[in-house]
């Protein structure tokens, strides 16, 4: 689960995604209460595009983030890129699936060249790769230079009066849901402890710095449980 690490890590995250992309935009929605639609497009305002840009959804799942920017920025080319087939297949089959540019990839070791992108954002990705250093160490290799990246993924609560509460959220109410709706209470115990032992958003935004990238911040959401990270390249 989440203490494995290196290719068994990838492996397992591979397979317990592919399993539950039929229901995870569902239980998305649940589980944050309908909120990730805000925080996808607080992610991609960081993003600052401009018509004619082209931009990576990295770990795009079924696709939320690819499909919102090429809504909002028609001129744009945007790939969405994952390393779950499951997940593409299922984004496929949505409104517009169809006409947008999907690609199977380990984000780790992007088939980009260097100096491809004007943009790259991320939805809940990084927790789940083996080493988020080289993740962003490959996502500012693809960007030009004065591009920007966006990061929006779980972070541990912090210690206070919620935490409690924010923790029978993520041990019971989330697997319960997970058991319920997509029959998978193992991956929905995954996800959250995967959560509990990632960076602080202190921490990771130390990452972006070491990776490279300048004008580095953050915001928490969800009582913060959330954070969203940006840098320039």
Known sequence: MSHLTGTERATYVRS?????????????????MGQDAKWRTEAIKHLELDEGNKVLDLGSGT????????????????????????????????PQGTRMNWLVAD???????????????????????????????????????????????????????LRPFLNIHFKYIIPTLGRLIAGDAEAYTYLPDSTAKFKTAEDLAER??????????????????????????
Do not use: C
């Open 63 to 94: 696709g939320d983030i690819a499909f919102e920017i090429a809504e909002k920025h028609p001129h744009s080319f945007v790939i969405a890129s994952d390393f779950t087939p499951e997940m593409i297949l299922v984004g496929k089959t949505r």
């Open 107 to 161: 984000a780790q070791n992007l088939p980009f060249p260097s100096n491809s992108f004007d943009g790259v954002v991320s939805g809940f990705l990084l927790r789940n790769v083996p080493d988020v250093d080289r993740a962003l160490q490959e996502q500012k290799r693809i960007l030009v230079d004065g591009g920007r990246v966006v990061s929006l993924d779980t972070t541990p609560p912090r210690r206070n009066l």
């Open 208 to 233: 972006f710095v070491g990776a490279g990238f300048s004008g580095v911040g953050f915001a928490r959401r969800m009582l913060g449980t959330i954070g969203i990270h940006w840098g320039k390249n």
């Open 16 to 32: 317990m995604f592919g399993r539950i992309a039929h229901r995870y935009d569902l239980l998305n929605r649940l589980m944050t």
